[in-house]
């Protein structure tokens, strides 16, 4: 349960920096609305384009992986929030109740597991991601829209000791990109050819027990523009 906690609170952290006290009620402290909903369903898009889905266009491509994994993790980020929000508002608990919940799920057994499934094709993966989506737009319980995470991310073999190293690296790069501006726009997302998410999930690689504050400085050391 310590790895959810963990992420459930630098989630609730991040929020609070990133968008104001009292985001849950659903308006950033500059006046924008936000929909965690959304989020999570334009990142599941982004997931599927992950695939080689299309019948016109490169059909020799191959999935890409690196990918697929971090945009499980930009879902997690909003699956996490949603469901900060939703038991702020229904008063139904702290994040550590939150965390409980999570761990009691029947479908966290497998997904705690260090251990990989078989590797589906393409297509029954993106019939997974369909459905964390038909889940999302037609049931409105964050339960069931947890779980059908949870199914989701282990089948792709995104398994929770993974997920938490990358949520840790995708955190602390949400936060750095936040103090190097991307909210005005200024923000550089390509560095030297590469794109920040694969800077950082190559640092983490290089440097498996690397801590938050390291990897912020190592972050720092890689911004072209110091």
Partial sequence: MNRILQMLELQQRLNDE???????????????????????????????????????????????????????????????????????????????????????????????????????????????????????????DINTLVITFLTMSSKLNLKLPELYSLYIGKNILNKFRQEYGYKDGSYIKIWNGKEDNVVMQEIITNSSDITPNELYRKLEEAYPNR
């Fill in 18 to 140: 990133t968008n104001g006290l009292n985001w849950e009620d659903g308006v950033t402290k500059n006046g924008k609305k936000i929909d965690w909903r959304r989020c999570i369903y334009i990142e599941a898009a982004e997931l599927i384009d992950s695939y080689p889905w299309k019948h016109w266009k490169n059909i020799d491509a191959k999935a890409d992986y690196e990918n697929i994994k971090i945009e499980i993790v930009d879902i997690w980020h909003f699956v996490m929030s949603e469901a900060l929000r939703l038991y702020r508002v229904k008063n139904l608990g702290s994040i550590e109740d939150i965390a409980k919940t999570i761990y009691s799920m029947e479908e966290f057994e497998n997904f705690a597991q260090t251990q990989k499934g078989k590797q589906l094709d393409s297509y029954e993966e993106i019939a997974l991601v369909e459905d964390m989506i038909k889940v999302l737009f037609c049931n409105n």
